[in-house]
T-cell receptor, first 116, second 113 residues
């Protein structure tokens, strides 16, 4: 079965320290992978995406993620957390739809809290 | 460009009532979709469309109806509202494939009493 798993429902880090949000996927083919961010009471915004080009993907606001096929992982990192990074983060993977195109499946989300 | 717009922003319904959540985009995107967001469950796909006249079910389609008569609009209809449909609903759009960046609307918060 194709799926996506976010390993931590809640992560807390101190301002200025590194951030690691973990995501594993299961797919029978090489999917596209995304990270989206949702700030409180807002819609979702794309942080970055992997679509079979470079395995290290750089996104907005200093975030990056590395696609590791052997580990079926796509973890999100940032070297130094900022207060404005407090939000919910979703790992997203594409699955094949009935029409043969790809549709998105969301992980359950990781809430990131930044400690001053 | 207004992007993806959703109306209303908030709605309270009684069990058994019907209503339509509106979604429109002005980016000429072919792919549009509806999600519901519930605590601890991420976003779950309700219905999606790959172009005018073409729709398909997502992960949780029961109790919802969609149609796509134009490229711009993708309304979501609740046929007979139930408390289990209390949720935040997001509409999204993108160019032909979902591997393209999805643009999300601001959401509709629906409460069914």
């Amino acid at each position: 079965a194709q799926s996506v798993t976010q390993l931590d429902s809640h992560v807390s880090v101190s301002e200025g320290t590194p951030v690691l949000l973990r995501c594993n996927y299961s797919s029978s083919y090489s999917p596209s992978l995304f990270w989206y961010v949702q700030h409180p009471n807002k819609g979702l915004q794309l942080l970055l995406k992997y679509t079979s080009a470079a395995t290290l993907v750089k996104g907005i606001n200093g975030f990056e993620a590395e696609f590791k096929k052997s580990e079926t992982s796509f973890h999100l990192t940032k070297p130094s957390a900022h207060m404005s990074d407090a939000a919910e983060y979703f790992c997203v993977v594409t699955l094949i739809s009935n029409f043969g195109n790809e549709k998105l499946t969301f992980g359950t989300g990781t809430r990131l809290t930044i400690i001053p | 460009n207004a992007g993806v717009t959703q109306t209303p922003k908030f709605q309270v319904l009684k069990t058994g009532q019907s209503m339509t959540l509106q979604c429109a985009q002005d980016m000429n995107h072919e792919y549009m979709s509806w999600y519901r967001q519930d605590p601890g469950m991420g976003l779950r796909l309700i219905h999606y469309s790959v172009g005018a006249g073409i729709t398909d079910q997502g992960e949780v389609p029961n109790g919802y109806n969609v149609s796509r008569s134009t490229t711009e609009d993708f309304p979501l209809r609740l046929l007979s509202a139930a408390p289990s449909q209390t949720s935040v609903y997001f509409c999204a759009s993108s160019y032909p494939g979902s591997t393209d960046t999805q643009y999300f609307g601001p959401g509709t918060r629906l409460t069914v009493l």
